[in-house]
């Protein structure tokens, strides 16, 4: 399901001027205006993407909504020196972003994230390609939010392009 949000203009009487001479012509015939607020996004660090799941589409998104459907997908990757981010599920929406195995260094970020109308949140990311690796990875995000019972539906977009919309099932 692809959401797209659209604006109700409507015109009245003819238009003779491609350049606007008749801009009192054209009316906004939906005076209300989207409420938006920005939603902190929060990276959970010291993860991947476990080899027992396939990744169908390129990039696929994932919410977990417990403990047991996260660890199923994702393992912990422990080093000597990073910190591994445990989430809080009761109270927040764990999603993560993830690629297909591949040759190519490749890093994902949350752009921004905005809440629209108090059900929806735009989660803006990107994927930035990198040099040619002598060794096969799977670029993964993985991220939390604030949990909020009346958000009900994640779009993803990436270069101005809503490429994916889940309905989420935390709430």
């Known amino acids: 399901m692809l ?10 009487g003819k238009m003779s001027n491609v350049n606007g001479a008749s801009q009192e012509q054209i009316s906004n015939a939906d ?8 939603v902190e996004i929060k990276i959970l660090n010291g993860y991947f993407f476990k080899n027992t799941h396939k990744v169908e589409e390129n990039p696929s998104f994932f919410e977990f909504s417990d403990k047991i459907s996260f660890e199923n997908y994702l393992g912990i990757g422990r080093t000597m020196g990073n910190r591994i ?6 109270n927040q929406t764990v999603m993560a972003i993830v690629y297909q195995p591949t ?4 890093e994902i970020s949350v752009i921004k ?15 930035k390609m990198g040099e ?7 670029p993964l995000l993985v991220f939390c939010f ?4 009346d958000l009900t539906v994640a779009n993803f977009i ?14």
């Open 3 to 12: 959401i797209i949000p659209l604006l109700g203009i409507t015109c009245k």
């Open 146 to 149: 604030e949990k909020k019972k």
């Open 132 to 138: 040619s690796l002598s060794y096969t990875m799977q």
């Open 103 to 106: 040759q190519t260094k490749t």
């Open 158 to 171: 990436t270069n101005g392009k809503t490429i994916k919309s889940l309905t989420l099932a935390s709430k």
């Open 31 to 38: 005076n209300t205006k989207q409420k938006t607020s920005s």
């Open 85 to 90: 981010d445990k989430p809080d599920f009761p």
């Open 113 to 127: 994230a905005e809440e629209i109308n108090g059900n929806t949140i735009n989660i803006y990311f990107k994927a």
